[in-house]
């Protein structure tokens, strides 16, 4: 079946100690996007690519880039995690940049920050 | 700014019956989408249904119905015939004319079905 695949589900790794989520898609849609859910609340949006376009979200920290070197692929790279960056992240895709277009959400990678 | 509010945390609905999840929105704009999405334990958040503020019908979907009260900024999602995979957590959702994909979620309500 087509879909969004995260890779890890569960990540854990070190204050300070860059860490890379990994998101794949079947769909073949061209834009995808990075969600952040922390415990308890809304899921928060990254940034997003429309094909080769990156959309960066005024309020993300320069501590999160990331990359999509193919329609397939997607990364995450967290460059110095803080404890505060514990969370969800969610990938998700959509066919078109429209309003009324419904997003695909991968199963999500949960972050431990130690 | 636009908000989404969610004010039931939690709720529970016994199997076959009905029950009505409650969202509130704020926002100045006249054109925009809502949505609801479905995240079930470990499983990814799928869409349920979705709303144009432009159309006055009520959107539905199955068991799945809204709501939508345009002047009071109101769009409920009402379950019918609940079923024991139901149980999920429930996000209301919202993207507006100023923004091409941008979600703004609600802080979810978690909706247990029992048997």
């Known amino acids: 079946d087509a879909m969004v695949i995260q890779n890890p589900r569960y990540q854990v790794t070190q204050f300070g100690k860059p860490v890379t989520l990994s998101c794949s898609q079947t769909?073949?849609?061209?834009?995808m996007y990075w969600y952040q859910q922390k415990s308890s609340q809304a899921p928060k949006l990254l940034f997003h690519y429309y094909d080769k376009d990156f959309n960066n979200e005024a309020d993300t920290p320069d501590n999160f880039q990331s990359r999509r070197p193919n329609t397939s692929f997607c990364f995450l790279d967290i460059r110095s995690p803080g404890l505060g960056d514990a969370a969800m992240y969610l990938c998700?895709?959509?066919?078109?940049?429209?309003?009324?277009?419904?997003?695909?959400f991968g199963p999500g990678t949960r972050l431990t920050v130690t | 700014a636009q908000t989404v509010t969610q004010s039931q945390p939690e709720m529970s609905v016994q199997e076959a019956e009905t029950v009505t999840l409650s969202c509130t929105y704020d926002?100045?704009?006249?054109?925009?989408?809502l949505f609801w999405y479905k995240q079930p334990p470990s499983r990814q958040m799928i869409l349920v249904i979705r709303?144009?503020?432009?159309?006055?019908q009520n959107a539905t979907e199955n068991r799945f119905s809204v709501n939508f009260q345009k002047a009071a900024k109101s769009f409920s999602l009402k379950i019918s015939d609940s079923q024991l995979g139901d149980a999920a957590m429930y996000f209301c959702a919202y993207i507006y004319s100023g923004a091409t994909n941008k979600l703004i979620f609600g802080t979810g309500t978690l909706l247990a079905v029992q048997p």
């Open positions: 709303q144009e503020a432009y159309k006055q």
């Open positions: 998700a895709t959509s066919r078109e940049a429209l309003r009324q277009a419904e997003q695909y």
């Open positions: 769909l073949n849609h061209n834009v």
């Open positions: 926002t100045s704009e006249s054109d925009y989408y």
